[in-house]
C-alpha cells in the first residue's frame, strides 16, 4: 500500500508559481520535481477546501492549479473535522482566522494520511510545533501525519531506497 499525502493548496500554487525571488523559484522547482517524479509514489488526496481556496485566490494561473489536482480523490468532511477544529483552535494549536490551516491538518489526520504536503512552514510544517500537534491528536485518538515539504519528501523516499 502506498502512503497517503494530502495535497494542501500551496502545492498546486507553487507548481505555478511566477514571482522571481530565488526562494520563490526554488520552492516552484522543488514543488514540480516532486510532482513530475515521486508523486506517483504515493496515494495522493486533497479536499474541497484546497480547491476552494485555489477558486478564491486572485492570482495568475488559477485554473491551471485546479486542472493540476482536478483527478486527486477528494477527502469527506463529516461532523467530527468541524470538532477536531475547533479543538486545534482552542488549544492554541492552529490560528482561528483564517480556520484553514487547521482544516488541512483535521483532515489529513482523520483520514490517516501520512504525510500533509505543504509549503506552509508557519503553522503546519513547522518543527516547532510538531510535540504540540502531535499532543493534541494524541489527545483526540487521531493519527499524527508528518507535516513536510516536497523537498523533505524527495530527500526521505531517496534515503529509503
Known amino acids: 500500500m ?14 505555478f508559481e511566477i514571482r522571481t525571488q ?15 517524479h ?7 488526496v486533497t479536499s ?22 482536478s483527478k486527486i480523490p477528494i477527502l469527506p468532511i463529516d461532523e467530527n473535522i468541524g470538532r477536531i477544529v475547533e479543538s486545534y483552535v482552542s488549544n492554541k494549536l492552529m ?8 482544516i488541512h491538518l483535521s483532515l489529513a489526520s482523520y483520514h490517516n494520511c501520512h504525510f500533509l ?7 503546519l510544517a513547522n518543527a516547532n510545533k510538531f510535540e504540540h500537534i502531535r499532543h493534541i491528536n494524541t489527545l483526540l485518538g487521531l493519527s499524527v501525519p508528518v507535516l513536510t515539504t516536497p523537498i523533505e519528501l524527495m530527500i ?6
Not at 490560528?95 to 487547521?102: E, F, M
Request: hydrophobic share 35%; net charge positive.
Open 22 to 36: 530565488p526562494d520563490m523559484v526554488a520552492r516552484r522547482n522543488w514543488t514540480i520535481d516532486w510532482w513530475n
Open 117 to 123: 504536503l505543504t509549503w506552509n512552514c508557519s503553522h
Open 48 to 69: 474541497l477546501p484546497v480547491i476552494e481556496e485555489l477558486q478564491g485566490g486572485n492570482h495568475p494561473n488559477k485554473k491551471q492549479a485546479l486542472e493540476l489536482i
Open 38 to 44: 515521486c508523486r506517483t509514489k504515493f496515494e495522493l
Open 95 to 102: 490560528p482561528s482566522n483564517p480556520k484553514g490551516d487547521a
Open 156 to 161: 526521505l523516499k531517496e534515503v529509503e531506497k
Open 2 to 15: 502506498k502512503p497517503r499525502v494530502y495535497i494542501e493548496t500551496t502545492i498546486p500554487s507553487f507548481y
